[in-house]
């Protein structure tokens, strides 16, 4: 069986880069589309939910900034047209699984750092988004820094 649309979930930091290799290589040999995406959380999550205050202006620029990341990085891997990048504002679980429904796709990647202890306990965005996932989930195993 054969893969027919990949969604990456990029965290849009250096570590990507091993993430997205993999899914370039899985796509060509699947033949397959390529389309990435990146959650921008709200920042009320980081807060814990209650923050007496408007976030609004920040949260833009957020979203702003992370478009032109967003942007660099399908210049840097220039088989990204705009149809296969998606930038979009939420719970990175809920939105991976979103998109990967609505655009019919039949694998996700997302990095995983091979947490363990207490540190997995904490959770990790591979253990979310493999729980309920709408289709194959491929953790790319990510170093830890020397
Ligand atoms: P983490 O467990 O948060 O260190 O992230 C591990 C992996 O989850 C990353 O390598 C990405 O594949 C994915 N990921 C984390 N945060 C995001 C995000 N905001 N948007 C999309 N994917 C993400």
Redesign the pocket.
């Known amino acids: 069986m054969s893969y027919t649309h990949i969604l990456?979930?990029?965290?849009?930091?250096e570590?990507?880069d091993p993430?997205m290799t993999r899914a370039q290589v899985l796509a060509r040999n699947n033949q397959a589309k390529l389309s990435v995406?990146?959650?921008?959380?709200p920042m009320a999550m980081a807060f814990g939910g209650d923050v007496p205050m408007d976030l609004s202006m920040l949260q833009q620029q957020q979203f702003d900034q992370a478009r032109e990341r967003l942007d660099a990085f399908a210049v840097k891997y220039n088989e990204l047209a705009a149809d296969q990048r998606h930038l979009?504002y939420g719970q990175?679980r809920q939105?991976?699984h979103r998109l990967a429904e609505e655009q019919g796709c039949d694998l996700i990647?997302?990095?995983?750092?091979g947490?363990h202890g207490l540190a997995l306990l904490l959770?990790?965005?591979?253990?979310?988004?493999l729980h309920g996932a709408p289709c194959d989930v491929l953790?790319?195993r990510?170093k830890k820094p020397e």
């Open positions: 990456v979930a990029v965290d849009l930091t570590e990507c993430v995406v990146h959650v921008v959380e979009t990175p939105e991976i990647i997302v990095g995983s750092h947490r959770g990790s965005t591979a253990n979310d988004v953790a790319v990510l």
